[in-house]
């Protein structure tokens, strides 16, 4: 009986022996994690962010591909809408493609690696390995890490990562603020280690046609009354190769335009910063479209233009590349900067002697949930 009591006591110990070996700490998983990244061939991944930053979540299906040493492609596509924008990079730079519009523009930039992306592996591995202070529990399926988060703005304070225990791929994130509030989710339905692509899988002009073949975006025209409302686009108007639309510097205005007390087809910010108020607006109309302007006053200045965005072929752009989480952006100017983006078939421009770029932001962001009115 003794014996029997000393031998059962020796499994019992040996099981919690091979128990505590099978099962990893922090500090054992940012070791594997360090080799993992460092040896990090490609990646192919898809899910579903969404951005909690407006009057209701807006959700965006995600698609990134990684090849080494520094391409990499990634497709937000609004589940809305059904309106993708891709950014690619190649051995040629940065290029923001518009299926819709069969319109690309280059960057010269060194992105992403010098902005944080929450749908980037590379970008989550780096901020689990990065704070010494990180915070770590498991569950059955996942090793879960609360760290800092990295990214270009101080809205956003630390972030929660689910990593797959079997293989470390990403299969959730949690973005919050100071408060505490989850600002940016993505849950990844797939993602694979090693993928091979083939030799067009980075390639400009065959992502663009292959993209445009589904796309359709929302286009103005003025109406008989004069008024901006959405069209349709069709094979001629994807295929023109107009001018840009005449902005406010030009002068160029008709004074046939119509006062737009009650725009129809434009859509307002629902976001204005403290002390901002509506001033103004109205059209100015060029050769083939027509630009609405609205005007803000207060503690900041700004206008805020729309219009139909016109046909461009790929070329390199000079200022500063800007993820601005459901789409991106170019920032242009000193003293005076714009920031200009493209959403569904129309191009948005916000104008300022004195707003952060984190306010144009957040005004744009505050625009993704309208049609127009």
Known sequence: MRRFTWMLTIVIALSFVLAACGKKDADGVVKDLDKLVAQLESYQGSGTMTLYTGDKPQEYKVEVWYQNPSFYRIALTNAQKDVTQIVLRNEQGV????????????????????????????????????????????????????VAANYNTHALVRQKIWLAKDNYAPKQVQVSDAEAK??????????????????????????????????????????????????????????????????????????????????????????????VLYQDDRAVEGTDRTTVLLRYDGTY??????????????????????????????????????????VDGLEFRITSENLPVTEMVKIAASMQDQTGK
Do not use: C
């Open 182 to 275: 989850v600002v940016v989710e993505v849950k990844f339905d797939k993602f694979d280690f090693g993928t091979k692509f083939d030799k067009n899988s980075f390639d400009m002009q065959h992502n663009l046609d292959t993209a445009a073949q589904n796309s359709q975006g929302t286009l103005l025209e003025v109406d008989e009354n004069g008024m901006l409302v959405e069209k349709t686009p069709t094979d001629e108007a994807a295929g023109a190769n107009g001018d840009a639309a005449t902005d406010e510097a030009s002068g160029n205005t008709s004074s046939a335009a119509p006062a737009l007390t009650e725009p129809f087809g434009v859509i307002i910010p629902t976001y204005l910063p403290d002390g």
């Open 95 to 146: 290029f923001v493609l518009t299926p819709s519009l069969n319109k690309s523009f280059r960057f010269q930039s060194d992105w992403p690696e010098n902005q944080g992306q929450v749908y980037l592996y590379q970008t989550l591995a780096r901020s689990i390995l990065s704070d010494s202070s990180r915070q770590f529990e498991s569950d059955k399926d996942s090793y879960i890490f609360d």
């Open 301 to 342: 200045q700004f206008t805020l233009t729309e219009t139909r965005s016109p046909d461009r072929t790929a070329s390199l752009v000079p200022g500063e590349f800007i993820d601005m989480g459901f789409t991106w952006g170019l920032l242009t100017g000193d003293t005076l900067r714009t920031l200009t983006w493209t």
